[in-house]
């Protein structure tokens, strides 16, 4: 069909003005592709910096925080990340472990302190490691490990008979060991 078209061009028109014709129509042709393919893309918004999205390993304790899976992996960022490991031990239908995780998750100063210099975990089952038990395995219970893997049993409570127990009222107390467990890493070093 277009060498017949040119066929019958090419008897009324000289060569050069067919190339004329030619690159003309190329070029509007070579128009409507660029147009079509422009009007086609969706327009590239750049992304606003929005909180992060919530993760079922918070279990409610700090949804915009980030949560190692595992104790075993807990311990391989905080070495690698040279940050102490917070593990909260607790229970989803405990009374006492859930007053806690509201105080937890509503105390902005201790989100923003874990979020920036913690590896945190939250397990609702006990470690194979004793360690993590000095005094017994009850829940609520919240216990420092240094990256060199040693748990800082030194870092306790207010109660003498469950040494790792914190209540909604201990928050300051909780944040007072939160900055302990970071002024024993910055000794250490």
Not at 130 to 150: A, C, E, N
């Amino acid at each position: 069909m277009l060498c017949h078209f040119l066929t019958v061009i090419s008897r009324n028109v000289s060569f050069f003005q067919l190339v004329k014709m030619l690159k003309g129509i190329l070029s509007v042709l070579l128009v409507l592709v660029t147009l079509s393919s422009a009007i086609g893309k969706p327009e590239k918004t750049t992304p606003k910096k929005e909180k992060r999205i919530p993760q079922t390993l918070s279990r409610g304790w700090g949804d915009q925080l980030i949560w190692a899976q595992t104790y075993e992996e807990a311990l391989f960022w905080s070495r690698s990340k040279n940050k102490p490991l917070m593990v909260i031990f607790h229970l989803e239908d405990c009374p006492h472990s859930q007053s806690l995780k509201k105080a937890f998750a509503e105390d902005k100063e201790i989100q923003k302190l874990a979020d920036d210099e913690f590896v945190i975990l939250n397990l609702v089952y006990e470690t194979t490691d004793k360690h993590l038990s000095p005094d017994g395995q009850y829940v609520p219970r919240i216990l420092f490990v240094d990256p060199s893997m040693t748990v800082r049993a030194d870092i306790t409570g207010r109660y003498s008979n469950r040494l790792y127990a914190y209540e909604p009222a201990d928050m300051k107390l909780l944040l007072s060991n939160m900055q302990r467990a970071l002024k024993f890493l910055k000794t250490e070093l």
